[in-house]
Every structure is written in structure tokens, then in C-alpha cells.
């Protein structure tokens, strides 16, 4: 079978499974509903006080919980036939399966490039209503960056989902592992400046420079040792881990 087959058949099993269409549009739902929620919060100035207000914090904090719908979509792609038993069927359909696993890859890959490029769009005009007086442009320093960044991100951290569902060849496990990483971790070990050494280089932390996410840039709690494209490089280079460990495995090991 050709590569443009296994694509056109990876598509078509995406497709067939109605959970991963519902899964993309909680996905946008959650990202789209959570950044008029806390631009509608941002959007008088804090009573505290604060002198520090970042309209991009605010804009794109809400894909921190919209990603985790992204990434269960991003699971089910690989583990869903590791679940039913039809990997089997689609191997011995397709022997090579290096170009079995890239075509998986690459379709799911490119539905959330798609479906992420109109979810950040559509957050950044939400995100910018809600702020009223204090959001920001499109043209303001840094936006067209961070707007781009918001897009690799969500479509990196989700290579790098089916990638750890592929070497762990079960959606639940992989789930109960990404979902405490990206959650605990981003919410819970990530605040604590203590640990920053380590949690910096996680692959959501280092992503979330770019989108302006990591916190006062000048505050040396929240300072990283990187800037945001080395932040999002460091998230491709988790994803490209995650995919050669994902092929190894599927290659060494029977279905």
C-alpha cells in the first residue's frame, strides 16, 4: 500500500471513530469558552493592585485545559486500535510500518494543525472582547509571535501525545500519564519556584514562553534559561523523541 493510502486510510479511521470529532470540538469549546471567561475576569484592573498585567496571559491561559481535549484526541488516533484489537488487521495490511506509523502520525498531526490554528484565532478575538480596554492587536509587539507559537504548540504537544501513545500501546495508560503531566505539572509543580530547575524543561513549560504564559519574564521566580522559540524547540525536541521511541517500539514489538 502507498503512503497517500495509509493516509487516506488513516483518515478515514478518524472519521469513523465519533469520540475524536466530539473530542475536538470540546477541545476549541474549552479553549474559545475559558478565554471569555478570564478576559471577562482581567478585565478590570486587579484590586490588589498588581502593576504587572500581561493581555496575553490572559488571552491564552485557557489553552492549558482546552489542550488536554487535544491530547486525549491526539491518544485515541494510536491507542484506539491498540484497544480493540484491529492493529493487527492494519498490519498485516500494511507490513512496512514505518510507513504505517507515519501516516497514522502525519493525519492526525495535520486535523489539529487545522483544528488549533482556528481555535487560537478564535481565543485571541474572544480572549480581546472579553478584555474590552485592556486587550491588545494583532499587530502589537510580540502578539503575531505569540499567536503562531499558540498554534505549534497545541499541534507539537499532541505529536508528542501520539508518539507516548505509541510506545505505551494502551489510551488509558497514556492518558493517566499525560493528563497528571500536563495538568499537575503546568498547574501544580510548575508554580512552585523551587522546582523551576527541573519543571522548566517539561515539554508544556517550555512551550508556554512563547504564549506568554510562564509568568513575569523580569521576575527571577519565573525566569527561564531559555527564550520562547528555544522553549518551543525544546517541545519539538520532546515530540521528535516521543515519535522515534513510539516507532522503535512499534517496530521491534508484535502487534
Known amino acids: 500500500m502507498s503512503a497517500g493510502a495509509v493516509l487516506t486510510s488513516e483518515w478515514t479511521k478518524i472519521r469513523t471513530v465519533r469520540s475524536t470529532g466530539w473530542l475536538l470540538l470540546l477541545g476549541f469549546t474549552l479553549c474559545v469558552g475559558l478565554a471569555a471567561l478570564f478576559g471577562l475576569s482581567f478585565r478590570k484592573p486587579s484590586p490588589t493592585g498588581s ?3 500581561d493581555p496575553l496571559f490572559a488571552t491564552f491561559y485557557s489553552l492549558t485545559l482546552g489542550q488536554l481535549a487535544l491530547v486525549a484526541f491526539a491518544v485515541l488516533v494510536v491507542g484506539a486500535e ?3 484489537g484491529t492493529i493487527r488487521t492494519s498490519l498485516a495490511a500494511v507490513p512496512r510500518r514505518g ?5 497514522k502520525v502525519l493525519a492526525g ?3 489539529v494543525a487545522g483544528v488549533s490554528l ?3 484565532l478564535a481565543t485571541f ?3 480581546q472582547a472579553a478584555l474590552g480596554p485592556r486587550g491588545t492587536t494583532l499587530g502589537a509587539d510580540g502578539v503575531p509571535q505569540a499567536i503562531v507559537g499558540a498554534w505549534l504548540y497545541l499541534t507539537l504537544i499532541c505529536v508528542f501525545a501520539m508518539g507516548v501513545a505509541t510506545m505505551l500501546r494502551s489510551s488509558a495508560l497514556s492518558l493517566g500519564i499525560l493528563i497528571p503531566l500536563l495538568f499537575l505539572g503546568g498547574q501544580g509543580l ?3 519556584p523551587k522546582l523551576k530547575t527541573v519543571t522548566q524543561f517539561l515539554p508544556d513549560q517550555a512551550g508556554w514562553v512563547i504564549m506568554h504564559l510562564a509568568g513575569p519574564p ?3 521566580r519565573w525566569a527561564r534559561a531559555y527564550g520562547p522559540w528555544a522553549g518551543l524547540g525544546i517541545l519539538a525536541l520532546w515530540a521528535a523523541a516521543a515519535l522515534v521511541g513510539g516507532y522503535l517500539v512499534l517496530n521491534r514489538r508484535d502487534a
Open 51 to 53: 502593576a504587572y498585567f
Open 82 to 84: 491498540y484497544g480493540s
Open 99 to 103: 510507513v504505517f506509523y507515519g501516516g
Open 109 to 111: 498531526a495535520l486535523l
Open 118 to 120: 482556528v481555535t487560537v
Open 125 to 127: 478575538v474572544v480572549a
Open 190 to 192: 510548575g508554580n512552585i
Open 218 to 220: 523580569d521576575d527571577p
